[in-house]
């Protein structure tokens, strides 16, 4: 049960960060630098909401996986490859923080697919 419930407090902790982040990016415009040709050049209010959104997704799923439900299992898993993926298109505009976010992803998604049934057998 101990890594599964890890994983679901570092869900919620990284539902966290990922708030903060958008309210960064929405609040102060000029809190993110923008690289000159990228591929995924939006503005940074516009990556502000989808940090802010997707943020407020995997807290739920975080707590979901608390309750040892099986659609929080799989929230988890779903919103921390969102996450990932969506921190990888940020990387150009905050490089440690994407891969830290990218890091804590990766191993939530492994405590979850590995030890996701321990917290509902609870």
Not at 15 to 26: D, E, K, P, R, V
Not at 35 to 64: K, P, S
Not at 98 to 113: C, E, N
Request: proline share 2%; glycine share 12%; net charge negative.
């Amino acid at each position: 049960m101990g890594f599964a419930t890890f994983a679901a407090i570092m869900l919620m902790i990284a539902g966290s960060f990922q708030i903060l982040a958008g309210l960064a990016g929405i609040f102060e415009n000029e809190f993110y630098v923008r690289t000159a040709n990228y591929f995924l050049e939006f503005d940074v209010t516009v990556w502000g909401w989808i940090h802010l959104i997707w943020g407020v997704l995997v807290l739920i799923g975080g707590f979901g996986l608390l309750q040892g439900s099986l659609w929080g299992r799989t929230l988890g898993v779903i919103a921390a490859a969102g996450s990932a993926l969506i921190n990888f298109a940020f990387i150009p505009y905050y490089p440690f923080w994407s891969l830290l976010i990218i890091a804590i992803d990766v191993f939530i998604i492994w405590a979850l697919t590995a030890h996701g049934q321990d917290i509902a057998s609870e």
